[in-house]
């Protein structure tokens, strides 16, 4: 179910719109349309669809739209044209027409927002600065003030709820705007570069445990990043954005095999794929390995057996080579290290490459039961090496 659906939405900074609309629809760019009206056009003709529990990461370079686009979802930033529509119970509210009391409801019930600088009030302690927006809401102040208690548990912030935000880290300080943004208990998290003035280390930590929070609380979720591995790490939709555009939306995976366009493919190039390619998109299938009396042949010294699609036995030079099925619960370390891993077919590829770290052999990967392809050194090499690239592939 869509909570936020962004209809052909124009955002235009200046007070010559209806010389800059029709500018846009000719074709102009933003660098002519500055100067021929002065204004400034911050997002053009965006179309996105965010369900339910979804995280969409919003990303490109300084100035492509993302911030502005994002905005536009509370109303912070106004629509010249087109429709952003947030879930209000069970109808959809147009936020580029909500009147003033409409716009405060929609804020303190429906959207709250995760800043950069943290904007937390140094007068109050952290436990007031969780439950400022409750008080905003008319809540009671014993209940606000436990509700922020749990929430502040949630972050592993408990301990220091009566100290002043000057006295906590810059990571706890960002930990202490989730918290805040989560107690209100609203349908539509919006995160505007969150995490990128942290140290990479504390960064990561807090990417981590935003994932976690999401997996307990299944909000819906867009963020707005500039950092690509951050965006793959995070999300399950991935928009990127290119002067006022959006230029490709698709799921993280798809991002990386499938860039949509030369600066698509630029941005992917030096990201790391073991945080987001699967096993299925690095496969060597069934269908492109040899058979011989009855058996597909891996390589020189190996080959295996099927029986109704299911994997029957390997065979090695020295004779069969055991088999052993993994789950993310396996300790590998405790299997032998001659031994050929079965693995669903979409294992992370982090998970494929420590598998294989133990093992002398290949993994075997299965869907719904059956066989459908083989993961070996060739296949992580190409992956490493940025190989698998569609573009590529296609001009090859």
């Known amino acids: 179910m869509a909570v936020v659906t962004i209809e052909n939405v124009d955002i235009v900074f200046g007070d010559n719109k209806a010389k800059t609309l029709p500018l846009m629809d000719k074709g102009h760019s933003r660098d002519e349309i500055l100067g021929i009206t002065g204004d400034v056009v911050g997002v053009q003709n965006a179309n996105i669809e965010v369900n339910e529990g979804e995280i969409c990461v919003l990303m490109g370079l300084s100035g492509s739209g993302k911030s502005t686009l994002l905005r536009a979802v509370n109303g912070l930033n106004k629509i010249a044209r087109g429709r952003c529509l947030v879930r209000d119970g069970d109808k959809m509210v147009d936020m580029a027409k909500c009147d003033e009391t409409k716009l405060r409801h929609m804020r303190t019930h429906r959207v709250s927002m995760v800043f950069q600088s943290f904007a937390l009030m140094p007068w109050l302690t952290v436990l007031e600065n969780v439950a400022f927006g409750l008080e905003m809401q008319g809540m009671p102040k014993a209940e606000r003030l436990e509700?922020?208690?749990?929430?502040?548990?949630?972050?592993?912030?408990?301990?220091?709820?009566?100290?002043?935000?000057?006295?906590?880290?810059?990571?706890?300080?960002?930990?202490?705007?989730?918290?805040?943004?989560?107690?209100?208990?609203?349908?539509?998290?919006?995160?505007?570069?969150?995490?990128?003035?942290?140290?990479?280390?504390?960064?990561?930590?807090?990417?981590?445990?935003?994932?976690?929070?999401?997996?307990?609380?299944?909000?819906?979720?867009?963020?707005?990043?500039?950092?690509?591995?951050?965006?793959?790490?995070?999300?399950?939709?991935?928009?990127?954005?290119?002067?006022?555009?959006?230029?490709?939306?698709?799921?993280?995976?798809?991002?990386?095999?499938?860039?949509?366009?030369?600066?698509?493919?630029?941005?992917?190039?030096?990201?790391?794929?073991?945080?987001?390619?699967?096993?299925?998109?690095?496969?060597?299938?069934?269908?492109?390995?040899?058979?011989?009396?009855?058996?597909?042949?891996?390589?020189?010294?190996?080959?295996?057996?099927?029986?109704?699609?299911?994997?029957?036995?390997?065979?090695?030079?020295?004779?069969?080579?055991?088999?052993?099925?993994?789950?993310?619960?396996?300790?590998?370390?405790?299997?032998?290290?001659?031994?050929?891993?079965?693995?669903?077919?979409?294992?992370?590829?982090?998970?494929a490459v420590e598998i294989r770290y133990h093992s002398n052999h290949l993994l075997v990967l299965e869907e719904a039961g059956q066989c459908i392809g083989i993961l070996n050194d060739h296949n992580f090499y190409h992956a490493l090496l940025g190989k698998h690239f569609g573009r590529e592939e296609a001009a090859a």
């Open 147 to 351: 509700k922020a208690r749990e929430q502040l548990k949630m972050v592993s912030l408990d301990k220091w709820a009566d100290k002043k935000p000057d006295e906590l880290s810059g990571g706890m300080r960002q930990r202490v705007g989730l918290a805040r943004a989560f107690v209100m208990d609203t349908d539509v998290l919006l995160m505007d570069e969150p995490f990128s003035a942290l140290d990479p280390l504390i960064r990561s930590q807090l990417q981590d445990e935003l994932i976690e929070l999401q997996k307990r609380l299944n909000k819906t979720i867009i963020f707005v990043s500039h950092d690509l591995d951050e965006a793959l790490k995070i999300g399950s939709k991935i928009a990127i954005m290119e002067s006022a555009r959006i230029i490709q939306e698709d799921a993280p995976e798809q991002i990386v095999l499938n860039p949509a366009t030369e600066y698509v493919e630029r941005f992917v190039a030096h990201t790391n794929p073991l945080n987001v390619l699967r096993g299925q998109s690095l496969m060597t299938p069934l269908a492109d390995l040899a058979v011989k009396d009855g058996k597909i042949i891996i390589s020189d010294d190996i080959s295996m057996t099927l029986e109704n699609g299911k994997l029957t036995s390997v065979q090695g030079s020295q004779g069969e080579i055991p088999t052993a099925r993994w789950t993310p619960e396996t300790i590998i370390a405790n299997v032998s290290d001659n031994t050929v891993f079965i693995v669903p077919a979409n294992i992370a590829m982090r998970d």
